[in-house]
């Protein structure tokens, strides 16, 4: 596999904490590989920077030239550009580079060091509003950068300026927040994601670092080696922050002022590294935690009440048992409630004689009114729950209601383990054609990584015909296994396989290793 190249185009910092130095360091830790063409010097150390000076432009444009004829990048990274017309030369570069072949820009806006140094005058702002920012795949500036970029009248509300720097013509922007949280001793530390596939508050625990030198510069350098690795804006924020939390537990304490961060690999395999993604735009002020919750096992997933019984009736049964009932075309709403409360209530009848979890999908109001125990939802229905609705749901599963979500990529299982669930479905393990989605298959090395990484018991779903696969999915470290077509036209001659195969592979756990980092699952645009 060739290894991706990031251009990192920013500054020199001579006290080798933040700038290019940083983003080498970010580049390393995500096995990238990283050309940095020196945009400004700057004379700096832990406790003030004494002089900027920007790189003339035509030595600028000798070092993107001279890279492009041998190593064309996958995504270039901005950092300090020291000047106007540095700006200039960059987007001609990206235009020219862009016709070539595609080319994602990450724009992180160094406006100030963390010094307190002023790095930008108002031409240098202004040439990042027209130049920079319409071709930006993704932007990173923190709280007060992003309020200079969008000058006078900016909204002061934080998704407000992310939309209001969307609508000057970037993709994706991730309003960084730790220097916010460390100024006002939050307990989180909160970036505010708005891409095309996921907006909300990604979060995790503040690291409570003194060192936290070039924590900018991690970030953005990150997410532009995620991008490189193939991964969608939204996937490559996750990894962003968890490597960036990752560099602040590891800051060297050198120097009198604030000691550099220091990325390093290692970081995507951390459970306690995996932030939250909230639902809305409501901050969250803490995390929340439930009781561990039973391992789901041998999850057999049916249509009708009718195959739910015939199911449930064989012995040794399945351990959880799912009814995804789809409405019928040209049912109207009272005929399909009738049709679904009685579905639900034959299966839970079945369920409590064989000693089974039944687990309802989707139609989540009807369940809980026809006395529904658990309910699964996918990441769609989550994204359409009205506040009300969510209270709803919350105050079931405080009377007991275990909850299931689907997750399929990186956000939509940070997104899931905001609501702490019971159970986290991973999918699609391998191609399947029950459902027509847009994600790439999992594999059992991501499915290894979501059963080590998750907070909740992991399930693997999709394209499991053959107990074989099942086997697989348990020695891959999933909680359960789903099987959908493969219980055949008769359970009772199908299921003792499907139940020799788990319990085999329940007893060969740890063969599959967790990789060092999970391959994406969105096609990158």
């Known amino acids: 596999m060739t290894t991706p190249i990031v251009w990192s185009v920013a500054g020199s910092d001579s006290g080798g904490g933040a700038g290019l130095a940083a983003d080498q360091r970010a580049a390393d830790a995500l096995g990238v590989h990283c050309c940095t063409i020196v945009a400004g010097i700057t004379a700096q150390s832990t406790t003030e920077v004494t002089q900027v000076a920007p790189t003339p432009p035509a030595l600028l444009q000798a070092q993107l030239d001279t890279l492009a004829a041998d190593l064309p990048p996958r995504v270039i990274k901005t950092g300090l550009l020291g000047s106007a017309a540095n700006v200039r030369v960059l987007a001609t570069v990206v235009d020219r580079l862009r016709e070539q072949q595609p080319l994602a820009l990450v724009v992180d806006p160094v406006l100030r060091a963390s010094t307190g140094a002023p790095l930008a005058d108002a031409d240098l702002r202004a040439a990042y509003r027209e130049w920079l920012l319409p071709r930006a795949t993704v932007i990173t500036p923190n709280q007060a950068e992003a309020a200079a970029l969008l000058g006078d009248g900016a909204p002061t509300d934080i998704p407000a300026q992310a939309r209001a720097l969307r609508a000057l013509g970037c993709d994706a922007v991730v309003i960084t927040g730790g220097d916010a949280a460390r100024n006002d001793h939050h307990s989180l530390s909160l970036d505010w994601l ?86 809305d735009e409501r901050a969250p002020d803490r995390w929340h935690s439930r009781a561990p919750s039973r391992a789901p096992g041998v999850y057999a997933i049916v249509d009708s009440a009718e195959r739910a019984e015939a199911v449930l009736c064989t012995r040794p ?68 729950l009205t506040p009300h609705e969510h209270a709803t749901l919350a105050a079931a599963r405080d009377r007991g209601v275990q909850l299931g979500l689907s997750s399929h990529s990186l956000w939509e299982l940070c997104r899931a383990a905001s609501l702490q669930p019971d159970l986290i479905a991973c999918g699609p393990v391998w191609p399947t054609t029950t459902k027509d989605m847009p994600w790439r298959p999992q594999g059992l090395d991501n499915l290894a990584w979501w059963a080590h990484m998750a907070p909740a018991p992991v399930v693997g779903i999709g394209g499991v015909l053959a107990p074989t696969q099942l086997r697989a999915i348990a020695a891959a470290g999933a909680a359960g296994g789903c099987v959908v077509r493969g219980l055949g036209e008769a359970p009772s001659r199908t299921l003792p396989a499907w139940r020799e195969a788990w319990a085999l592979g329940v007893s060969q756990r740890g063969g599959t290793p967790v990789p060092p980092l999970p391959h994406p699952t969105l096609p990158a645009h």
């Open 194 to 279: 708005d891409t095309p596939h996921a907006t909300g508050w990604l979060s995790l625990p503040r690291e409570d670092a003194p060192h936290n030198h070039g924590t900018g510069c991690t970030f953005a350098s990150a997410l532009a080696a995620a991008l490189a690795l193939g991964w969608v804006a939204a996937d490559a924020a996750v990894l962003a922050k968890m490597a960036t939390t990752f560099a602040l537990r590891h800051a060297r304490a050198i120097g009198r002022g604030a000691g550099p961060v220091i990325a390093r690999p290692g970081f995507a395999t951390e459970p306690s590294l995996l932030p939250r993604l909230s639902l």
């Open 317 to 384: 049964c399945v351990d959880t048992i799912q009814l995804r009932m789809k409405r019928p075309d040209g049912v109207d709403d009272a005929r399909w409630s009738a049709q679904l409360r009685d579905a639900i209530t034959r299966s839970q009848r079945a369920a409590d004689a064989a000693g089974v979890l039944l687990v309802i999908n989707d139609h989540w109001q009807i369940a809980l009114e026809a006395g529904a125990r658990a309910l699964h939802l996918g990441q769609d229905d989550l994204r359409a």
